[in-house]
């Protein structure tokens, strides 16, 4: 498939702009042709190198058509799991024995396939999801940069292994990082490759063991995924697949064989493993990227033009399912009446609809859940008095009879505490604000209890340089019309969490990501 993609121009989050009438022709072709071939497909959950389909076999709608099945998969139950986590500690010793220079060799050969293979993997995403067709290329193409990238930071670490100063009395020192052993890898449904993969690839890069429980709707990714680990040659029970919903991940984080948990999903979900980790007889470590609240500031001194197309870009892009779209907008009073007027004819110009058409810019959520939370939270806002200055419903005429298409909304005006402005609602809806004062508007949006992503337009150097110094958040943006909060890309801007956001510090798509799936140990040499 790759040769279908040769000499166009890749696809990443910030070069929307670019022309992509080469692409578009592309997927016309191919879309039909996939959609021929690969719905229908019935997955199996993966232990040890073997096919395990022990289980409730369960279909996954589409979410662009109910009336259209992606596939079945197999939700595996605690044999299930078990068997996977019982493969993966059998692998470990071998795995953790193998150079760290055939482990980065054995991960390559991964991207390659992905590589080959991305044009499937984009259309993959598109379906499953209802990602449009820039978001599945962009998606994928960052997938196979996150494994080049953490292969080459392992390469310029020298494997973590070092020689440390000498010691007294002639004695030698070295440190090294080593993995822990089998690591449960617990992924969301809005990124089903690179969030899996990146998470996956740290994993078996540090030495450990992995068994991955995907978002319960993967029907595509999930096989994908294990075709793609397993024609790579990796040993059997280095890479292993339990797919299924909260049960199944439950039952994988509880399981006493998991020695460390990757979990990218709800602040909620990820603070109770947390918990549940530092309960047994010694804590085993969380790595855990935990969603946002994002807030974009404008200032009177912005471009009102890259404003408004950076923060209707973040604030809808995915239908507003993504863990850096932007939620809140605060502007500056004297520029209010001119961003909301750009604003609006903005988000007027952005397609809803159908995914698999060229023209459309965002498509469903990913399930009813989601639309009803819409619209509890735009009718709590009115009753409060906010404003809806666009959108605010759900559309019900052709595909929205069968699929959960919200138009993108912004609500001006809500009260400061209202959910819209404190809660992740995972949606396209936008709360606007006015502020007299930057310093206000900061210290409003550090009241959450979150800190992932946030973003400022503004000429003014002060004004860049306090919201550098006082936001608590650990993604920042400046002045950037692609994407107020959303668009990180791996070794170009790492992607970390503050507060709520994150568990540990230091955050993915960086340099400080893989070390975070093992653990420092010293020897020292006398004589």
Not at 167 to 180: A, F, Q, S
């Amino acid at each position: 498939m790759s040769d279908a993609l040769a000499g166009l121009p890749r696809v990443t989050y910030a070069n929307a702009a670019a022309d992509f009438s080469a692409l578009h022709a592309v997927l016309d072709r191919e879309l039909p042709a996939f959609a021929a071939r690969a719905l229908g497909g019935d997955g199996a959950n993966l232990a040890g190198g073997h096919e395990d389909a022990t289980g409730a076999r369960y279909a996954v709608p589409s979410p662009i058509d109910a009336r259209t099945t992606l596939g079945t998969l197999v939700a595996a139950d605690a044999g299930a799991v078990d068997r996977a986590v019982v493969a993966a500690r059998a692998a470990a010793s071998g795995w953790r024995a193998t150079p760290w220079q055939a482990r980065v060799a054995a991960l390559r050969r991964v991207a390659a396939v992905i590589r080959r293979d991305r044009l499937d993997f984009a259309m993959a995403a598109l379906l499953e999801v209802g990602k449009s067709r820039l978001e599945a290329m962009g998606e994928v193409e960052e997938s196979i940069d996150l494994i080049e990238y953490y292969c080459h930071q392992v390469e310029a670490a020298e494997g973590f292994e070092r020689t440390l100063l000498p010691g007294p009395g002639g004695e030698r020192g070295h440190d090294r990082l080593r993995p822990y052993g089998a690591f449960a890898v617990i992924a969301p449904f809005n990124y089903p490759f690179a969030l899996a993969i990146g998470m996956t690839t740290g994993a078996l890069l540090g030495g450990n063991t992995v068994v991955l429980k995907p978002a319960v709707g993967a029907a595509l990714s999930a096989p994908a995924l294990a075709r793609a680990f397993g024609e790579a040659g990796l040993p059997d029970g280095v890479f292993n697949l339990a797919c299924g919903g909260q049960e199944t991940g439950a039952a994988l984080a509880a399981h006493p064989g998991i020695d460390g948990i990757a979990f990218t999903g709800s602040h909620e979900v990820g603070m109770a493993l947390m918990r549940a980790a530092v309960a047994g007889r010694f804590a085993r470590p969380v790595l855990a990227e935990l969603g946002g609240k994002n807030a974009a500031f404008v200032d009177a001194s912005a471009d009102l033009d890259a404003a408004a197309s950076g923060v209707a870009r973040s604030a809808f892009g995915l239908s507003g399912q993504k863990c850096s779209s932007c939620s809140k907008v605060y502007v500056h009073r004297a520029v209010r009446e001119a961003f909301v007027e750009r604003l609006l004819a903005f988000t007027a110009g952005l397609a809803v609809g159908d995914v698999r058409e060229a023209r459309t810019f965002t498509g469903p959520v990913i399930a009813e859940a989601g639309a009803r939370r819409f619209e509890a939270a735009v009718g709590a806002a009115r009753e409060a008095g906010a404003t809806v200055l666009t959108g605010g419903a759900r559309r019900r005429e052709g595909l929205g009879a069968h699929g959960a298409y919200l138009a993108p909304t912004v609500v001006a005006d809500a009260p400061p505490d209202h959910e819209i402005n404190r809660r992740e609602l995972f949606a396209p809806l936008l709360s606007l604000q006015s502020f007299d004062a930057l310093d206000a508007a900061i210290d409003d949006a550090n009241r959450s209890a979150l800190g992932l992503s946030a973003g400022i337009y503004a000429r003014d150097a002060q004004a860049l340089a306090r919201f550098d110094d006082r936001i608590e958040a650990g993604v920042l943006y400046a002045n950037r019309p692609s994407g107020a909060t959303t668009g990180a890309w791996p070794g170009f801007q790492t992607f970390c969490g503050w507060k709520g956001s994150g568990a540990t510090g230091k955050g993915g798509l960086g340099p400080f990501y893989v070390p975070q799936f093992m653990r420092e140990q010293s020897r020292t040499t006398a004589g």
